[in-house]
Nanobody, 125 residues
């Protein structure tokens, strides 16, 4: 089993920054990919950033590329999402997720099985 706990959400003005954290526990072989998803009211859940535990390979959605950075501290079992140049459209609940997969972390074929409880990010314009 894998447990995920997110933190770091909050309210910020457009143009500001936030850093989300996700602390993972449980079997590491069950989580060779970690990713951040978000879901805004009335919208589908969107995978926005992923990182492979071994190689540290990262992947981003077009909506956050060049603004958000995913990173990890393996010793702390923590994945981060640094969010810069935030926009009102970034307002959503943000979730950390984990999976063991042979694909890249944001590949559409990947089905994440472990999820955190979510942390709210609100960006005011």
């Amino acid at each position: 089993q894998v447990q995920l706990v997110e933190s770091g959400g909050g309210s910020v003005q457009a143009g500001g920054s936030l850093r989300l954290s996700c602390v993972a526990s449980g079997r590491t072989y069950l989580r060779n990919c970690m990713a951040w998803f978000r879901q805004a009211p009335g919208k589908e859940r969107e995978g926005i950033a992923g990182i492979s535990r071994g190689a540290g390979t990262t992947d981003y959605s077009d909506s956050v590329k060049d603004r958000f950075t995913i990173s990890q501290d393996i010793a702390k079992n923590t994945v981060y999402l640094q969010m810069n140049s935030l926009k009102a459209d970034d307002t959503a609940m943000y979730y950390c997720a984990a999976v063991s997969t042979i694909y890249t972390c944001l590949d559409s074929r990947v089905k994440y099985g472990y999820w955190g409880q979510g942390t709210q990010v609100t960006v005011s314009s």
